[in-house]
């Protein structure tokens, strides 16, 4: 019971201190957990639902494995690193203990998937002035028209893959957009897919081209000037803790292994005795449980936050 409080406090501390930024991935698991909910009391699972969908989706953004198929194998990982979980350590340690490490366990494969998508936007967002400039370029060489530019920056757009993907999904859908709902559904797709306020105002600025022929060009060239001083400004403030990276990676392994090393040489447990105190005894197995559940919670944490999106 102990060890299961100490997990939640350091959770909620956790939840505390990082969810200024953490805020996109605490959200996208509260909407699972809210359509789960809602799939298991109306609906059949197997109906390939909200939820199906919402996975299918991620994978194919994050993956590109958007198929039925992957979202099943999806769904059969979490289940085995669930159950397996709940085996290994059944009998070994407390229920409370128990129940939070399956979870941990059926949530993992999910949040990496969570992580990586955030890790796509920030590379979007870095790639955001380049795709800016040569759009602009575009608009102005082929007379203000925002689809022609479009068209174009898709094509050319250089040393800048995950942009140049978005932008060429942007150009197929916008040749079968045939009204302004379409076009805006588009736009917002667009915007999502890097999830920064730049994005947001360039979403509009294309919307108000589109729709009603509006000169934007003044809007842009304000845009990427601003976009080149956050830049300039992300540059000089960046303070990437690579010593906490390094800590996470290597430095607590090694600790681990120092101390198996310590209690077989020096106190002389020997190598099956040593094993047998860690993972045959309740009070081994529960504090080696506690510590891998903080350290890939931790490497999780570090995963999301190393990085900042480039934003105004």
């Known amino acids: 019971m102990t060890a299961a409080f100490l997990i939640i406090l350091l959770a909620s501390g956790i939840f505390i201190l990082t969810y200024e930024n953490?805020?996109?991935?605490y959200d996208a698991v509260r909407i699972l957990f809210k359509k789960?909910?809602?799939?298991?009391?109306?609906?059949d699972f197997t109906e390939k639902g909200e939820v199906w969908e919402h996975v299918r989706i991620l994978m194919g953004i994050t993956l590109g494995m958007g198929k039925d198929r992957s979202v099943l194998v999806f769904f059969g990982l979490s289940g085995l690193l669930s159950l397996s979980s709940m085996v290994l350590l059944s009998g070994r340690v407390p229920l409370e203990l128990n129940v939070l490490s399956s979870l941990l366990g059926a949530f993992l494969p999910y949040l990496m998937l969570l992580i990586r998508r955030e890790k796509l936007r920030i590379q979007s967002s870095k790639e955001g002035e380049r795709m800016?400039?040569?759009?602009?370029?575009?608009?102005k060489i082929y007379y203000f028209n925002m689809k022609e530019?479009?068209?174009r920056t898709a094509l050319s757009l250089r040393d800048a893959p995950r942009s140049k993907r978005i932008l060429t999904g942007l150009s197929r859908g916008l040749d079968r957009a045939g009204s302004e709902r379409s076009i805006s559904?588009?736009?917002e797709e667009f915007s999502?897919?890097?999830?920064?306020s730049w994005s947001n105002t360039l979403k509009n600025l294309m919307y108000f081209s589109l729709v009603y022929g509006v000169r934007v060009d003044e809007g842009m060239e304000d845009l990427g000037n601003t976009l080149k001083s956050a830049r300039m400004v992300e540059e000089y403030s960046r303070r990437e803790n690579n010593e906490?990276?390094?800590?996470?990676?290597?430095?607590v392994p090694v600790i681990y292994l120092m101390t198996m090393l310590s209690g077989i040489r020096i106190f002389g447990l020997g190598a099956e005795k040593f094993m047998h105190y860690q993972?045959?005894?309740?009070?081994?197995?529960t504090w080696f449980t506690i510590l891998a559940m903080i350290y890939i919670i931790s490497y999780i944490v570090n995963l999301f936050l190393s990085e900042n999106k480039l934003d105004l």
């Open 22 to 25: 953490m805020k996109d991935l």
């Open 185 to 187: 559904r588009l736009l």
């Open 36 to 43: 789960l909910f809602l799939s298991f009391r109306g609906t």
């Open 244 to 251: 906490s990276s390094l800590m996470i990676k290597y430095m």
């Open 279 to 285: 993972f045959g005894t309740e009070v081994g197995a």
């Open 192 to 196: 999502l897919s890097i999830n920064t």
């Open 132 to 139: 800016l400039r040569e759009l602009m370029d575009n608009y």
């Open 149 to 151: 530019a479009i068209d």
